[in-house]
């Protein structure tokens, strides 16, 4: 594959973050060895790299009660060498839509000859590994893992290090195109494969999100992100005093990371994770953080508007009660919420609950306590 490469870079802290890289092209043809020339403005990726960092990344499938023809789509998208791992809170009872999930994903696995995983959010073995880890942030009253995709996307980090993997990439299980999914895997790669620091991180920028209301329309920015990537580059922009629009992802649901950067990171729950992952105090440890953006289109199930307001509340309110946000910020977050009719005038937006930091967990007293569970949510084709 083919990279701009990043032409400018904004340093917050020891957070490096590089503006939004585009594709060039998606197959670069055969390696040569001949890259001279490409070390201004582009980059290539050789095949063999890309390979080699899909081996050692999983990427998790969070679902709930999706539609199994997307749900299998998704799957089908994701390269070969990366391991799979659907997370589901899908139902149970009356249909059980889990079932239906992994029978799939058996008959996926069993044509494909390769390895997947699929566990049930709702499963009381994980939650009881977790509490007997020492973890508790998003274990309910019932003593199970709490609804949401953010708490199925902290479940999957314990997989992935019980499974000593070094990467973990998420993705929707709404999307049309297996071929988006594939070059979101891609992209993810791509930028483990040009980071400096152990720490990293990489967002998906969609080169259009297209609207089909009465014909078709390539549609670039999502109502919720626009909001909040401006109020996350005002934070910047107040903390440094120069003004920067650099943030493009601030909502990126298709995102991945390096375990280590996963380990270290809080966690906001339900929308709020995403903006929460980028203003995290990973800065101590010096991260790179990437934005790609990809030539498919983004095709998702349209949940309605309802759900967008669901979803600006919490990304906000995790910037304004960020330890890191100025009174300004604050002010003209407050202000926005208000207009949108989500506060009242004056009022503060609720603290957004967070998770502590996955490697707070004894891990060996998890993998000891999951270790019967494992056989369960494997599913392998020998
Ligand atoms: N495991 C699990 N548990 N998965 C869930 C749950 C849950 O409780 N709730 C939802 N999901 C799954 C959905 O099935 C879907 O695959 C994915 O999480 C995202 O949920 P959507 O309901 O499709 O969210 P969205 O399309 O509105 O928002 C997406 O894009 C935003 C940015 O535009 C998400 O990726 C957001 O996280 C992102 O901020
Ligand atoms: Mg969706």
């Not at 996350?232 to 950067?261: C, P, Q, V, Y």
């Not at 707070?360 to 999951?370: D, G, P, V, Y």
């Amino acid at each position: 594959m083919r990279f701009e490469k990043a032409r400018y870079t904004e340093r917050f802290g020891s957070v490096r973050i590089n503006e939004v890289q585009k594709i060039l092209e998606l197959d670069s043809g055969r390696a040569n060895g001949n890259n001279a020339g490409e070390t201004i403005a582009a980059q290539r990726i050789e095949e063999d790299v890309m390979r080699d960092l899909e081996e050692k990344t999983l990427i998790v499938i969070p679902t709930k009660n999706e539609k199994l023809k997307l749900l299998e789509g998704v799957v089908s998208g994701i390269p070969h060498d990366c391991s799979i791992l659907i997370v589901s809170n899908s139902q149970r009872k009356d249909v059980d839509r889990f079932r239906m999930e992994r029978d799939m994903l058996e008959q996926y696995c069993h044509f494909t000859r390769r390895k997947a995983h699929i566990i049930h959010q709702k499963e009381p073995l994980l939650a009881k590994a977790l509490e007997e880890g020492g973890y508790k942030d998003i274990i309910d009253d019932e003593g199970l893992i709490r609804n949401g995709k953010a708490e199925g996307m902290i479940a999957s980090i314990f997989m992935a290090m019980l499974l000593g993997k070094s990467y973990i990439g998420f993705i929707d299980a709404d999307n049309y195109f297996p071929g988006a999914v594939w070059e979101y895997v891609k992209c993810y790669v791509a930028g483990f494969s040009m980071a400096k620091s152990p720490f990293s991180m990489v967002r998906i920028q969609w080169r259009y999100k297209p609207k089909i209301s009465e014909g078709i329309y390539f549609r670039k920015w999502g109502r919720v992100s626009e909001i909040t990537n401006k109020y996350m580059n005002l934070l910047i922009s107040n903390r440094s005093g120069f003004e920067t629009d650099i943030i493009k992802t601030g909502n990126a649901g298709e995102h991945a990371m390096s375990i280590e950067l996963a380990e270290l990171l809080c966690y906001a729950s339900r929308f709020a994770v995403e903006p929460q992952e980028l203003i995290s105090d990973g800065d101590k440890h010096g991260v790179d953080i990437f934005q790609m953006e990809t030539r498919n289109p983004h095709l998702h199930e349209d949940k309605g508007e309802e759900h967008l307001q669901d979803m600006l509340m919490p990304g906000l309110s995790t910037i304004y009660h960020s330890a890191i946000c100025d009174e300004i910020t604050k002010a003209k977050i407050a202000l926005e919420l208000f207009q949108q009719k989500l506060i009242g005038e004056n009022e503060e937006p609720p603290k957004p609950q967070l998770a502590a930091p996955p490697k707070q967990i004894n891990l060996a007293k998890f993998r000891e306590s999951i270790a019967d569970y494992i056989p369960m949510f494997s599913v392998l084709e020998e």
